[in-house]
């Protein structure tokens, strides 16, 4: 089970980071933040917005809510009753993205930096009284959390490879006559992720039954 959300952060930058090359007198560049010499050439020291290093930042936290029992009976009550809205278990998804425009040479605007960024939070439960339970339920327990934790990681491993796909496709978008433009088209691509990645997610909890017949510890 999961929950998603899309967040966006879009500036354009007063200027273009570039810096002064010229030669000093044994034909030297030297380079300075300030007009250098007669023979001063403006660098442009951006990097370029669409290169190939893809790499958005994630975290992934785990948080437990507590349950309690000596049987299988009150702790599947238990978790029926504490579970988050329900359910066992559930992982929390977001992708947020920051992306920055500039003008560009031609009186246009281009892209100037994007980045996204993947949160997730998974909830699970804690039994806390697991040694009061016998040998044979806290292998059954086990069993049955690492399927939990698996499903619901599989759920933050899908939000990653989205985010993959929205910086990718932030960093190609091409010269617009305004930045606004800009701005527009980002959001526009990131929407079309958002909503491609939100379809896998609801596919894979279908294909899985929440994770139901997806590991052997699930099947009676």
Known sequence: MRLLALVACVAVATAQAQMHMCKDAQGRKVFSDQPCGGDDTIVNVNPAAGGA???PSTS???DHYEVR???WAVLEREIGSKGPEGWWGNANTQIGYELESKPSTG???KVASAHVKADARIHLPSWANRYE???RLQAQWDSVYRSLDLHERG???ISLEGAKEMERALRSIPEEPTCDAVAAEGRRRAEQVWAAVAQRQALYDSQTEHGRNQWSPYRD
Do not use: F, P, Y
Request: with cysteine; hydrophobic share 30%; charged share 0%.
């Open 53 to 55: 290093s893809i790499n």
């Open 60 to 62: 992934v936290h785990v």
């Open 69 to 71: 029992g000596t049987t």
């Open 107 to 109: 009186g246009g605007c």
């Open 133 to 135: 339970g016998s040998a």
């Open 155 to 157: 759920h933050v491993q």
